[in-house]
């Protein structure tokens, strides 16, 4: 629950930390805002908070449109239902969680349900799934009109929309302005538009943000001609149901955002797009909270003292990752990035972009699933791991196994471990930057131990207890700290 003195201070400060944590509304504007907001503080008497934008609006509040509450950061899964939440969201992206049989599916995985789910996502976020699908979609027109080119009907069917009619109708009823109004406010700034193919939008996050950091993670593990990092940016390219394209990412730290730059191509497919980098640079996090919890042990408190914007780099594709990890598995980075290069070459397409680094795509699970154990073998892989992929692929393509953000960890652990040549270490790998899980640990990890002493895995799981719930940044801050003769070996 909110404590509207607090919110209000908050407010009166606006102070970043609470970006996307609430959101006021003004009685005598009719507008909600975020905490950050640059226009003069309203009366307190004039205010109501909210926890999420959806609440805001079902109060019959519009977004403000010079904050712009679309861009705020999200909320980190904390607990169960957060967990459930989020997975919600995450399959609304990805087009999955718009019907009843979507939310069935979602509320069986938790053992619940479809009614039990639709009151914990009432009781979380205020709203009814209906609603925040709405309210999500209505979002993501309003970004794409202030910020794009986009002609409007691409971005009503872009937002999941199933018509331009249906689209302007709910516009004009939530925002008390038609489409076409926006769109003539937003072209008085033609320095928020882009090139004529591709299209820049922001994704806010709460500082501080340590980007340096997430790019060298994600530069030492980079596969050859499907992503690249250079000058401070990271580029892929992208395959998305029918869909393909390339994207690169930027930071704004001005702005508290990152920018997102994507071919038109991939408009089809933008929330699951958005979704996806949200969750694989870790942009829901709230490093105070993090931050003020980890450095109360005395392991961790130098390190998050001198970087308390340490993120988890999550996955752009869960199947991608976890091969990356099967292939990780007792050899260092550096190695397992040679044979991830090569592993690519032989299952992923081609793909024509203005980049030389970028002509492949990831490959698929239902191309691998199709290959022989000695394809894969003749690449260098050890004949077990090859095995493993297979039966990833297997799982993958068949629908039998699902790395969403959100699903609960202990479950997809469990199905994780069960595959050949998939232990412990790897699951909670797979866990920790696939699921999004905030308190995976890969006590097994050869860095973490070294780095704790010289530990067994035992003595590592029991030095990580005080560090619950946030256990996975705790290990990005235990593979940081000096230990001599230290080889990371983790994928």
């Keep these: 629950m909110i404590d509207d003195n607090a919110a209000y201070t908050a407010l009166k400060s606006r102070d970043s930390r609470f970006d996307g944590v609430f959101f006021v509304g003004v009685t005598s504007t009719g507008i909600y805002c975020r905490p950050i907001c640059p226009v003069r503080v309203p009366k307190r008497e004039n205010c109501r908070f909210f926890e999420s934008t959806g609440a805001a609006e079902k109060a019959a509040f519009r977004p ?6 679309e861009l705020a950061p999200g909320h980190a899964p904390m607990d169960h239902a957060h967990r459930l939440t989020d997975l919600i969201m995450h399959r609304m992206d990805e087009g999955l969680a718009d019907d009843g049989a979507g939310l069935e599916e979602i509320a069986a995985q938790f053992d619940l349900s479809s009614r039990q789910l639709r009151r914990i996502v009432q009781q979380e976020l205020g709203v009814s799934p209906i609603e925040l699908i709405q309210t999500r979609r209505l979002l993501l027109a309003k970004q794409l009109l202030t910020d794009t080119r986009l002609p409007v009907i691409e971005i009503a069917f872009a937002s999941g929309f199933s018509s331009l009619r249906r689209f302007n109708d709910a516009f004009s009823r939530h ?45 030492a593990r980079t596969i050859r001609e499907v992503e690249f990092v250079s000058d401070g940016t990271y580029s892929r390219t992208v395959h998305l149901g029918d869909h393909t ?13 990152l920018q997102v730059e994507l071919t038109h191509s991939l408009t089809p497919v933008l929330p699951a797009l958005l979704g996806r980098l949200r969750h694989m640079f870790d942009l829901a996090a709230r490093p ?6 980890l450095q109360q042990d005395a392991t961790l408190k130098k390190s998050v003292m001198q970087n308390p914007g340490l993120r988890v780099p999550g996955a752009f594709d869960g199947f991608e990752l976890a091969v990356r990890a099967i292939l990780g598995q007792q050899i260092t980075v550096q190695a397992a990035t040679k044979i991830a290069c090569r592993y690519a070459e032989a299952f992923g397409e081609k793909i024509e972009t203005p980049f030389s680094e970028l002509t492949r795509l990831t490959p698929q699970a239902h191309h691998v699933s199709r290959a ?6 003749r690449l260098g892989i050890i004949r077990t791991r090859a095995a493993c992929i297979l039966a990833l692929a297997n799982g993958f393509h068949s629908g039998t196994l699902k790395l969403d953000p959100g699903a609960h960890p202990e479950i997809a652990i469990a199905q994780l471990v069960s595959l050949p040549g998939i232990g412990p270490w790897t699951a909670h790998y797979i866990a920790m930057r696939a699921l999004r899980w905030p308190d995976a640990f890969p006590k097994e990890d050869i860095a ?4 704790l002493g010289g530990v067994t895995a035992k003595r590592a799981e029991e030095l990580s207890l005080p560090w619950r719930p946030w256990r996975s940044y705790a290990v990005m801050h235990v593979w940081n700290s000096p230990a001599k003769n230290c080889q990371q070996t983790l994928a």
């Design 64 to 69: 403000c449109l010079r904050c712009r509450p």
């Design 372 to 377: 022989s154990l000695d394809e894969i073998a």
């Design 245 to 257: 394209g390339w994207i690169k990412v930027s930071n704004t730290p001005e702005k508290n955002a």
């Design 175 to 219: 925002y008390r302005m038609p489409p076409t109004r926006l769109r003539k406010e937003a072209a008085a700034h033609p320095g928020r538009m882009h090139a004529a193919d591709t299209s820049t939008l922001q994704l806010g996050y709460r500082p501080p943000y340590d980007w340096q950091s997430i790019l060298k993670f994600l530069a």
């Design 448 to 451: 973490v131990r070294n780095n």
């Design 288 to 293: 105070d909270i993090i931050a003020a919890h």
